[in-house]
């Protein structure tokens, strides 16, 4: 999988720089990743990650570069729309409606009409609950969570536009080792459903489970890129963590 593929690829990164001011925080950066794939984003703090995945999602437009999505080139059109054409996104910091219930935090995201408390929409958003793990949890105040039920949350209002291509923007931060083995299998479960996921993630035995393929940046370049075992066997990477 660490080939070459064609222009009918499922997600291309082409040449991606995207500066802040006089810094890069992304240098050329040109990746592929395959439809059904579970790609693993890696690197030190500060080293492009989360900028990645506003690109592609549409948060931050590139200064050089493409991001194609099934063949189309949608560098330049609204988060909404590529959120409408099949990527969605998980935020490193969940920002929930704490005062509303788990059911209205996702019943008020886009995917859902405006007001629309229909029974269909309701029972819509039970079934993603139910599918993440949170069915007792849908009319509990978000504000009441505990950590992983707020991640979890955070990647049901992202599987409310029924995506795709899944980004998870470390879920798995700061969660004790079973309940990142909870979402870690969440996230097995939606790549068997078809659900082609980028997981970036600092917890490296989840990574290395998780992933087929392993990208690793460091400084906005791409350092490594190919199987988990690879990639965490080479120098430049250890290097990278080690030095962070
Ligand atoms: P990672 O997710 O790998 O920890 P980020 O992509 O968040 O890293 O950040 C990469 C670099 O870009 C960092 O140096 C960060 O400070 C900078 N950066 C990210 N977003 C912004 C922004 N909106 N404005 C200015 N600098 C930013
Ligand atoms: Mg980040």
Redesign the pocket.
């Known amino acids: 999988m660490t080939g070459e593929v064609g222009n009918n690829s499922f997600l291309r990164v082409e040449g991606i720089t ?1 500066r ?2 006089g ?1 890069t ?2 240098d050329k950066v040109s990746v592929d990743v395959v439809k059904g794939e579970r790609f693993g984003l890696i ?12 690109i592609i999602s549409g948060v ?1 437009r590139p200064e050089a570069g493409a991001i194609r999505f099934r063949g189309e080139d949608i560098t330049h059109i609204a988060a909404h729309q590529r959120n409408r054409r099949g990527i969605a996104r998980s935020f ?1 910091i969940p920002r929930p409606f704490r005062s509303m219930t788990v059911l209205e935090n996702l019943m008020v995201g886009q995917d859902f009409a405006a007001g629309d408390a229909s029974l269909h929409s309701r029972d819509r958003a039970h079934a993603i609950l139910q599918r993440m793990g949170l069915g007792a949890a849908a009319n509990a105040l978000a504000g009441r969570l505990s950590q992983v039920e707020l991640r979890k949350m955070e990647l049901a209002r992202a599987m409310a536009a029924q995506p795709q291509l899944l980004v998870s ?2 879920a798995m931060a700061g969660l004790s080792s079973s309940e990142v083995d909870e979402v870690l299998d969440l996230l097995l479960g939606l790549s068997a459903d078809g659900i082609t996921i980028i997981m ?1 993630e600092h917890i490296m035995h989840a990574v290395m489970r998780f992933s087929q393929r392993v990208m690793c ?1 460091e ?2 370049k791409i350092i490594a890129l190919g199987e988990p075992k690879d990639v965490m066997a080479n120098p430049r990477v250890q290097e990278a963590y080690l030095g962070a």
């Open positions: 995207k802040f001011g810094f925080a992304l690197g030190p703090n500060g080293s492009g990650k989360t900028t990645l995945i506003n931050f490193q923007d470390e970036i940046l400084t906005g």
